[in-house]
């Protein structure tokens, strides 16, 4: 059984909380974020989702966008040493206060990929902070 079906088992998953294996983050990651077949396999369990926790990932910025877009009733997200294939940090900062999060972490080493190939990285001890809705 595919991680991708594996996800889709629960009725009412809230909370989840992956970590891949270091060298084979493309493989399980491809479950998660690939969007090419969404219609044969749907993300039914993104939808319902409260609280995510990723760590050692590898995705495209538009990818990582549309899981957290989606993912409609999430309220705390949590991300840790990934690369990005394309995209910057920047996208990702700026699309987190869209989502209307209450708590948000961003830590660990982030790689991103965009430049030809080379491999640039950032180590991010920064965001341990919680968001809060603005008067």
Known sequence: MTLRKLLNEP?????????????REAEFSFDIFDRTNLDRFPRKWLPGLKQLRLSNFLAAWS???????????????????????TGS????????????????C????????EDGGNGTSTTVNIMKAVMLPTA
């Open 11 to 23: 009725k009412d998953l809230q909370r989840l909380s992956l970590s891949f294996p270091i060298d």
């Open 63 to 85: 990818d990582l966008r549309d899981l957290l877009q989606n993912a409609s009733s999430m309220k705390s997200l949590t991300l840790c040493e990934a690369t990005m294939v």
């Open 89 to 104: 940090m920047i996208s990702l900062l700026r699309i987190l206060h869209d989502l209307k999060l209450t708590d948000v």
């Open 106 to 113: 961003i830590d660990g080493r982030w790689k991103v990929q």
